[in-house]
């Protein structure tokens, strides 16, 4: 998987957008991004991805730069469940085993 | 409800008792996976099985095997448990393995953490 560099944590008001930024300067025109969670403990759970063209679902939106060397997950209005370890990942196809690999993430600390 | 789940959630046992940790899916989905998360080390994976029959070895396969008869479920089996496999077990599954469109989602189960005293 290509490198990714996301900040060691950040806090955001509950009911305000949490915008967790992730670089991934080395990724190749055929490698998505990824985002997963891990709220404490519990299984990761799988967030949105992306190619090339922003993404939104019902959980979150994906901004990924034009030159797509990095990205932006925006959880709209964070609320106080969104308190998680959150991981952006690059993936591409074939990766050995499919397995994941999680870096040290981003640690969101949603606060009332 | 679609699902990944695991049995049991919590174990803690004695060196040298075989122990069977189950991983079931209701997806059906091809590719399952296990790994543990220790402090420090994060997620790593021990074995994978990409079809019913077909698994490989992952990055820490050393102490457990796994099997994949059905294609639901992929237990975890630690033959002879040591102190060294206490940690957090995560199985996971997706639809199917990538086969040139470079992307598949992975699903995980709620954990299990293994205490082997």
């Known amino acids: 998987d290509a490198k990714t560099t996301q900040p060691t944590s950040m806090d955001c008001a509950e009911g305000r957008a949490a915008n967790l930024p992730c670089n991934h300067s080395?990724?190749?025109?055929?490698?998505?991004v990824y985002w997963y969670r891990q709220i404490h403990s519990q299984g990761p759970q799988y967030i949105i991805h992306g190619l090339k063209n922003n993404e939104t679902n019902e959980m979150a939106s994906l901004i990924i730069t034009e030159d797509r060397k990095s990205s932006t997950l925006i959880l709209p209005h964070a609320t106080l469940r969104d308190t998680a370890v959150y991981y952006c990942i690059v993936r591409g196809y074939m990766e050995y085993g499919n397995k994941l690999v999680f870096g040290a993430g981003t640690i969101l600390r949603v606060k009332s | 409800e679609a699902q990944v789940t695991q049995n049991p959630r919590y174990l803690i046992t004695v060196t040298g008792k075989k122990l069977t940790v189950t991983c079931s899916q209701n997806?059906?989905?091809?590719?399952m996976s296990w790994y543990r998360q220790d402090p420090g080390l994060g997620l790593r994976q021990i074995y994978y099985s990409m079809n019913v029959e077909v698994t490989d070895k992952g990055d820490v396969p050393e102490g457990y095997k796994v099997s994949r008869k059905e294609k639901r479920n992929f237990p975890l089996i630690l033959e002879s448990p040591s102190p060294n496999q206490t940690s957090l077990y995560f199985c996971?599954?997706?639809?199917?393995?990538?086969?040139?469109?470079?992307?598949?989602?992975?699903?995980f189960g709620p954990g299990t953490r293994l205490t082997v005293l």
């Open positions: 080395t990724i190749s025109g055929n490698e998505y």
């Open positions: 996971a599954s997706s639809l199917s393995v990538p086969r040139g469109r470079g992307t598949d989602t992975q699903y």
């Open positions: 997806m059906n989905h091809e590719y």
